[in-house]
């Protein structure tokens, strides 16, 4: 009994304490160990599959860690946070990326699981019914949704932020999640904001210039009106004194003056009435030899 026991103590229950010790590695990210265990017995061929499957797990798990790595740089250089959350009532956030530190000023290890806080927390309240609206119409549309609304955040300013994503089901048409992406868009906003205030500020200087312009049209139009009336009484008494034919030299060309500057003054005036139906939108054609 005693050689048997001895037997078993060196040979069976050391290679089994090794497949224990290695399967106890395996179980603590130790990808490295393998069994190694020499023979043609039983153990030996579980050894061997053993082996092997952790062979196969030690590759799946690289290439698992590879594709996290990847994933995590190609999130890192998306200039807005990407997320994923459950589609309960409090939408909690499965996965949220870093940059959600420069849109809101909160880490992202806050919203995970909603621990500290929900996302849903941080929207302006003005903006929360829009939001939840947009996001379940999008759900029960099984269609991506965009959405521009409001956050507070940690310093309690105000920030502009664009929201775009989608549900998420699996084969059997179960909603699982949301997946979706946040920018920040306050500068384009403002940008946009400037631009109209701008346009209003424009479109008030052009009513005022052309209103001025109007009334200086209207001015013209009036003096023009008024400065005719008197100065056709002025030609029209020269003409009847130079058609005496007694009225001394002397007379004749001073009146003849007097004509030939008033009938050179009603062209001007008629030159002014013209430029302001030309403002007014009103332009007589003559037909005349030249």
């Not at 005693?2 to 590695?25: A, N, P, Y």
């Not at 059997?172 to 868009?185: E, K, N, P, T």
């Not at 030159?271 to 939108?281: F, N, R, S, V, Y």
Request: negative net charge; contains cysteine.
């Amino acid at each position: 009994c005693i050689l048997i026991w001895l037997f078993f103590q060196q040979t069976l229950m050391k290679r089994v304490q090794r497949l224990v010790e290695t399967t106890d590695s395996l179980a603590r990210g130790n990808f490295g160990n393998r069994t190694r265990l020499a023979g043609t017995d039983e153990l030996a061929q579980i050894s061997i599959a053993f082996d092997r499957m952790a062979d196969k797990l030690q590759t799946y798990t690289e290439a698992l860690q590879k594709n996290e790595r990847q994933f995590r740089s190609l999130v890192s250089n998306i200039p807005g946070a990407v997320y994923r959350c459950a589609c309960d009532r409090n939408w909690t956030m499965e996965f949220i990326s870093q940059e959600i530190i420069s849109i809101s000023g909160y880490p992202a290890a806050d919203f995970i699981g909603n621990r500290v806080r929900s996302f849903a927390s941080i929207i302006h309240s003005d903006d929360v019914d829009l939001v939840e609206t947009m996001v379940n119409q999008g759900v029960e549309n099984c269609q991506p949704y965009a959405i521009q609304y409001r956050i507070v955040k940690i310093d309690r300013s105000i920030r502009w932020v664009y929201e775009k994503g989608q549900a998420v089901f699996d084969d059997r048409g179960q909603l699982m999640c949301l997946d979706g992406a946040i920018f920040d868009i306050s500068d384009r906003v403002e940008a946009e904001v400037a631009l109209r205030e701008s346009q209003e500020r424009l479109k008030r200087a052009k009513e005022a210039a052309e209103a001025a312009s109007l009334a200086k049209s209207q001015f013209l139009a009036n003096m023009s009106h008024e400065l005719r009336t008197p100065l056709n009484a002025s030609i029209g008494m020269a003409q009847v004194l130079l058609a005496q034919s007694s009225l001394p030299v002397k007379y004749r060309e001073d009146l003849q003056v007097i004509h030939h500057s008033g009938e050179y003054l009603l062209s001007l005036i008629n030159d002014i009435l013209e430029m302001t139906k030309i403002e007014a939108g009103k332009m007589d054609l003559y037909c005349e030899s030249f």
